[in-house]
């Protein structure tokens, strides 16, 4: 009997050991593991704002070139365009805004153009490389009424 009790008690000895280098071993592939996660999810978060921006801009681009393409004037256009990209929580100082075509006296099957252009600031840009701001555009086109 003795002998059993001194193989059971190597035996825990043993696993408690194995349970502690284990442990060990899980906090450093934590280590290694965490800092790629966390890029990895921020860059998913990073790319979610970017395609959100895009499609503002986008949006912002297609309803005015249709309020201009209906009679619309430049002026009434930029403040709509405004007025848009403020609701959408974008700053408006900083987009680039060019109409053309729009004008109330302006022939039926002519073009009314518009083009927005908004600076972007990428946070995974910015861990990777040193330039981390590039612009979004989008151009709308479509025909007076």
Do not use: C
């Not at 309020?67 to 430049?74: H, N, V, Y």
């Not at 700053?91 to 075509?101: L, Q």
């Amino acid at each position: 009997m003795r002998k059993k009790e001194r193989r059971g008690q190597q035996r825990s000895f043993w696993a408690s050991r194995s349970r502690k280098t284990q442990s060990g071993t899980s906090l450093v592939e934590f280590g290694l593991l965490a800092p790629i996660v966390i890029v990895i999810l921020v860059g998913i978060v990073d790319f979610g704002r970017i395609l959100m921006l895009q499609h503002v801009i986008t949006n912002a681009a297609r309803e005015e070139a249709r309020i201009a393409s209906l009679g619309g004037t430049t002026s009434e256009v930029q403040q709509k365009i405004q007025w848009y990209l403020t609701n959408s929580g974008l700053v408006t100082s900083n987009a680039s805004i060019t109409i053309s075509g729009a004008s109330v006296s302006t022939a039926t099957g002519t073009p009314s153009i518009v083009t927005i252009s908004y600076p972007v600031d990428s946070v995974v840009l910015r861990l990777i490389q040193s330039e981390s701001t590039f612009t979004l555009t989008s151009t709308s086109r479509m025909l007076h009424e």
